[in-house]
T-cell receptor
Framework: GENVEQHPSTLSVQEGDSAVIKCTYS??????FPWYKQELGKGPQLIID?????GEKKDQRIAVTLNKTAKHFSLHITETQPEDSAVYFC????????????FGTGTRLKVLA | GAGVSQSPSNKVTEKGKDVELRCDPI?????LYWYRQSLGQGLEFLIY????????KSGLPSDRFSAERTGGSVSTLTIQRTQQEDSAVYLC?????????????FGPGTRLTVT
């Protein structure tokens, strides 16, 4: 079945440094890749997304890159701040006839002040 | 405006009992998703509803799990004869439509503990 692998599971960075989270998907027909941020006690919130016809997308300090050939996509956060500390999830939208999303296992990001 | 709400926020139940979890999506959203999040794990798809179409139940882990959506709005996820492995956070999300152009908005989840 469809699978999304996410690495690393935990990541600690110093405030101001960059953080990179990587995901690999198995379904070559996946065409939409959102990233979510989940803070303690809350539901995930969409922070950025990318479609399969685009290689890179940027929104202020956050960017996502997509390599369709290698079937992997990455989240890049620059100039990290303590409020960026959270769990981040990647997802791939299945094209197996429904709008089902397959999620990665999450990355706990800690930004150290 | 109001976001997705879920109730109860926490539920503790004894093994073997039935539980019902409720989701109130954003008004006007036609698509509704249920996910399960176990400790340290990602979000596991359970079921999704889109308008009046037949729901995609492919993620339900066993026949003890069922969900319905009445009147295209509120949804209830029912777990019968709960087992300890059912303990998890159950998340609901809604979107305007099910297509990829429409963001999923998540509720805060229901934390289910089966003792």
């Amino acid at each position: 079945g469809e699978n999304v692998e996410q690495h690393p599971s935990t990541l600690s960075v110093q405030e101001g440094d960059s953080a990179v989270i990587k995901c690999t998907y198995s379904d070559s027909a996946s065409n939409y890749f959102p990233w979510y941020k989940q803070e303690l006690g809350k539901g995930p919130q969409l922070i950025i997304d990318i479609r399969s016809n685009v290689g890179e997308k940027k929104d202020q300090r956050i960017a996502v890159t997509l390599n369709k050939t290698a079937k992997h996509f990455s989240l890049h956060i620059t100039e990290t701040q303590p409020e960026d500390s959270a769990v981040y999830f990647c997802a791939a939208r299945s094209t197996s006839g429904t709008y089902k999303y397959i999620f990665g296992t999450g990355t706990r990001l800690k930004v150290l002040a | 405006g109001a976001g997705v709400s879920q109730s109860p926020s926490n539920k503790v139940t004894e093994k073997g009992k039935d539980v019902e979890l409720r989701c109130d999506p954003i008004s006007g959203h036609t698509a509704l998703y249920w996910y399960r999040q176990s400790l340290g794990q990602g979000l596991e798809f359970l079921i999704y509803f889109q308008g009046n179409s037949a729901p995609d139940k492919s993620g339900l882990p066993s026949d003890r799990f069922s969900a319905e959506r009445t009147g295209g709005s509120v949804s209830t996820l029912t777990i019968q004869r709960t087992q300890q492995e059912d303990s998890a956070v159950y998340l609901c999300a809604s979107s305007l439509l099910a297509g990829m152009a429409y963001e999923q908005y998540f509720g805060p989840g229901t934390r289910l503990t089966v003792t």
